[in-house]
């Protein structure tokens, strides 16, 4: 089966996560912590930051300020099977 969705979130390492227009490449929201211990920091341009005590919390706060500052009402956002479940 082969899905197509419009923003894929990725995880680099521990501690950054970047939600990615799937179309042109572009980061619209960066997640970060400085060590697994501390709560993520969540920004992109247009909004303001917020933070987020576990990485499910951060994924759900990413996909909710990609809405904030994109044009769209909705849209698809693939999100690697077992990427909320990581410390």
């Known amino acids: 089966m082969d899905v197509q969705t419009d923003h894929q979130i990725v995880g680099f390492g521990p501690n950054i996560m970047q939600l990615f227009n ?3 490449g572009k980061v619209i929201v960066t997640a970060e912590r400085s060590d ?3 709560a993520w920091t969540i920004k992109a341009d247009g909004a303001a930051d917020t ?3 576990d990485r499910g919390a951060a994924i759900g706060a ?3 300020m990609a809405l ?3 044009p769209a009402t909705g849209y698809s956002t693939l999100v690697p099977h077992g990427l909320a479940e990581q410390p």
């Open 51 to 53: 933070t987020a005590t």
């Open 36 to 38: 697994p211990e501390s």
């Open 62 to 64: 990413m996909v909710d």
């Open 22 to 24: 799937s179309a042109d």
């Open 68 to 70: 904030e500052v994109g």
